[in-house]
């Protein structure tokens, strides 16, 4: 039994290792015409998000966009790999059958073991693939080269080599986007007349079976479910929990706008932290840039001209700062105080009115989570209603998913801006110092935490 003979067969624990620690690499190797393949050990049936239903589809399709020729599962048990004769065996005959010059295999550390017992095992199989009187129907094959990847969380030792990944068409070409661009792309997709736009709603009410919002001027809509997705302030909010206190200042404000044309020689994004004033970066596809500029203040404290006020707070930062700054009309800058709810978050849901995005959790936008929290209230809430015909049960099902990682969502970024911005001698020299020495795993931990997410199935 032989296939197609591959440059690079990459083989991992579970499905998605390979993504997370190698498929830059496989990416690369697709874009120079080399053929990959990819062996996942085992279904990932134990993870702690998704199934093994779930994780087989995304597997499927992560192989086509990484340029795998094939994706198998040798079908071992998850949690339970281990290194016997019986798996060296099995595993060495697909070694055969894709006859790699480099097979990649996870690192020798690791702290999960399936990771560890994986790159033993592959490193065995691929010597007694080499055997001539093993499984002497399949034609020995010993690769040339085993290498082993390392997660980026992974710091006990440092990589001998890297491979860079950034020309990579399917990397370089991940870019961010206007928020005004995302919605034009969602309102095409609504069909006509469902979308209503300057409309003000004066007061929501549910009453058995259904709510109902009154329209300024004259008017209202009665429907089986209100979804009140009305911001920051939000009447549906006020109204049904009269006593929640709603906003809160957070102690700093903020500068916001978009360059009018593009910058050259800005590729990447990133924050510069002062004392208790930042300035950020971020590339849009098209060339220009998004910026924003955040400052301690009294709430309230408007400046006439903000971007005069941008301009003698942060004209003389580093470079790109100021260029920005000059490729961006005054007219364009969007200043906005920083706010957050009040802790404990209202429920999310009172009788047939379910509050959605700063509605239900406004946060500071320190962990860039806040219109993508929106987006997970979204699909949960669609969730819960396709699956669950009795109105009341799925609202409920809402709250009691999205509510706990939407208030853990306001505290990690009410955390984040307190650290950034801290202004005093003794706090900012702290935050210098805890910047160095905390370990960058602790850092992508938090990170991971933050966008950890599955998406609940939808028919």
């Known amino acids: 039994m032989t296939g197609n003979p591959v440059d690079v067969l990459a083989i991992a624990a579970h499905r998605d290792d390979v993504e997370l620690t190698c498929g830059g690499t496989l990416l690369r190797a697709a874009a120079l015409g080399r053929r990959t393949a990819i062996v996942d050990l085992t279904a990932g049936e134990m993870g702690t998000r998704g199934s093994a239903a779930r994780r087989e589809e995304e597997a499927a399709r992560a192989a086509e966009i990484l340029g795998a020729s094939a994706r198998e599962n040798l079908g071992l048990p998850d949690a339970g790999i281990v290194n016997t004769p019986e798996t060296r065996g099995r595993l060495a005959v697909l070694i055969r059958k894709y006859r790699p010059r480099i097979v990649i295999a996870p690192a020798l550390k690791g702290r999960h073991p399936d990771h560890r017992a994986t790159a033993e095992l592959v490193r065995d199989a691929c010597f007694v693939s080499g055997l001539k009187k093993l499984e002497p129907d399949h034609p020995p094959h010993r690769p040339f080269k085993v290498v082993h990847c390392m997660s980026y969380r992974q710091d006990f030792e440092k990589p001998t080599f890297v491979v860079d990944v950034s020309d990579v068409p399917s990397v370089a070409g991940i870019f961010a986007f206007h928020r005004a661009d995302l919605h034009r792309v969602l309102r095409l997709l609504l069909p006509e007349a469902v979308l209503r736009i300057g409309v003000e709603v004066t007061s929501v009410v549910t009453d058995g079976d259904a709510a109902t919002v009154t329209l300024a001027g004259g008017g209202s809509l009665t429907a089986d479910v209100v979804v009140a997705a009305d ?50 970066v ?112 799925a609202l409920a099902a809402y709250d009691g998913q999205r509510r706990p990682r939407a208030t853990a969502m306001v505290k990690a970024a009410r955390r984040t801006g307190r650290f950034a911005q801290a202004d005093g001698a003794v706090a900012v020299a702290l935050r210098g110092l805890a910047l160095r020495v905390v370990p960058t795993a602790a850092s992508t931990r938090l990170v991971e935490r933050i966008t950890a997410w599955t998406p609940p199935p939808l028919p």
């Open 231 to 280: 911001g920051l302030r939000s009447t549906a909010r006020a109204e049904l929990w009269p006593d929640h206190p709603g906003p809160r200042y957070a102690g700093y404000t903020s500068w916001r706008a978009v360059t009018a044309e593009p910058v050259a020689d800005v590729a990447f994004g990133g924050e510069t932290w002062g004392r208790g004033l930042r300035f950020g």
């Open 282 to 393: 971020l590339p849009l596809r098209d060339g220009r840039v998004y910026w924003f500029a955040v400052a301690n203040a009294p709430a309230g404290a408007a400046a006439p001209e903000p971007h005069a006020e941008v301009v003698s707070r942060f004209g003389g930062w580093h470079d790109p700062i100021p260029r920005l700054l000059a490729a961006t009309p005054p007219g364009d800058v969007l200043h906005l105080d920083i706010h957050d709810l009040y802790l404990p978050l209202p429920p999310f849901t009172r009788g047939r009115v379910a509050l959605l995005g700063d509605a239900a959790h406004a946060m500071t936008p320190d962990v860039g989570q806040g219109a993508c929290q929106a987006i997970e209230d979204a699909v949960t809430l669609a969730s819960a209603l396709a699956g669950e015909p009795d109105v009341p049960r």
